[in-house]
Nanobody, 124 residues
Framework: QLQLVESGGGLVQAGGSLRLSCGVS????????TGWFRQVPGQEREFVGGIGWNGGTTVYAESVKGRFTISTDTAKNLVYLQMNSLKPEDTAVYFC?????????????????WGQGTQVTVSS
């Protein structure tokens, strides 16, 4: 059974950096698209970035473009979200997810498998 597990969240000051990791088990990367989302309590889950099935094509939300980078290590079945120049408004629970298509996708409805999330808090 496919499972996604996020790690790397924590508390960081504005302007700092964090790298989130998503471990995929039950199958290997390189077949379907993967993405990162974030959610604040009481709000909709928001798209952050997505990467295509072969790890070569990416798409980002306008709010994080130029600051965040998504990448994959297919040999290790890992998906990364490198977050630089963090802002307080980046504070959220971050989720990784996998779609059933080739991607990349920016729409939440394209993603089927979800991790449990990891908290990122950016202080001012």
């Amino acid at each position: 059974q496919l499972q996604l597990v996020e790690s790397g969240g924590g508390l960081v000051q504005a302007g700092g950096s964090l790298r989130l990791s998503c471990g995929v088990s039950g199958r290997t990367l390189g077949t379907y698209a993967t993405g990162w989302f974030r959610q604040v309590p009481g709000q909709e889950r928001e798209f952050v970035g997505g990467i295509g099935w072969n790890g070569g094509t990416t798409v980002y939300a306008e709010s994080v473009k130029g600051r965040f980078t998504i990448s994959t290590d297919t040999a290790k079945n890992l998906v990364y979200l490198q977050m630089n120049s963090l802002k307080p408004e980046d504070t959220a629970v971050y989720f990784c997810a996998q779609a059933r298509g080739l991607g990349p996708y920016s729409s939440r409805q394209q993603y089927v498998f979800w991790g449990q999330g990891t908290q990122v808090t950016v202080s001012s």
